[in-house]
Each structure stands twice: as structure tokens, then as C-alpha cells.
């Protein structure tokens, strides 16, 4: 597994990311720290997320920290196919899925 720090760096869409994890296994504890990054980054961004997308990785977080990988894998491709791709979360969500296996 490799976590790349790209803080203050653009790339593509996405813009002041934390920390990207990538690989092939994380831990639940990782993906809902992911997930709460996410959050912290979408009150800052502009326009905001949808508040439906924002209830949508709440659960996916309150999800992972109680250990239940389907129901996290699941919202997380929710938010996907909410467009999230295009407010710049994407590719973040989608290392998240891939570090789950799915």
C-alpha cells in the first residue's frame, strides 16, 4: 500500500487533497478517515456538495467505522453515480472502493 501526500497540489479535478490511499487492502479505520477528509473538503468547496451526496458519505463512514465493508462499498459507489466526479471527490472515492476490493 503507498499513501501519496499531495496537500496544496492540483490534479485534475481534485484540488487540496489530504492524503490518496492506494493498494490493494485498507483498513476500515483508513477508509472512514478517508471518508471523513472528504467531508472536511466538502465544506470548502464550491459549489458545496449535494446534501444528498453528503448524506451519502456519512453513512459510508459511519459505515466503515462499524466495520460493515458491503454497506461502505455500497454508498461509496452511490456517491459515484451521484456525479461526484464532477465536484472533484471521484478519485478519491474510487482509491476508497479500490482499496476495499471493489
Known amino acids: 500500500m503507498a499513501t501519496f501526500n499531495q ?6 479535478v481534485q484540488h487540496n ?17 478517508g471518508v471523513e477528509n472528504v467531508l472536511a473538503q466538502a465544506h470548502q468547496t464550491e459549489p458545496p456538495l449535494p446534501p444528498e451526496v453528503q448524506a451519502e458519505l456519512v453513512a459510508a463512514r459511519d459505515a466503515a467505522v462499524s466495520g460493515d465493508t458491503a454497506e461502505t462499498g455500497g454508498r461509496l459507489r452511490r456517491v459515484l453515480e ?11 472515492i474510487a482509491a476508497m472502493l479500490g482499496a476495499l476490493g471493489g
Open 82 to 92: 451521484m456525479g461526484s466526479l464532477a465536484t472533484g471527490i471521484g478519485s478519491q
Open 7 to 12: 496537500h496544496n497540489q492540483t490534479v485534475g
Open 17 to 33: 487533497a489530504e492524503n490518496m490511499i492506494v493498494g490493494s487492502s485498507a483498513s476500515m479505520a483508513d477508509i472512514a478517515a
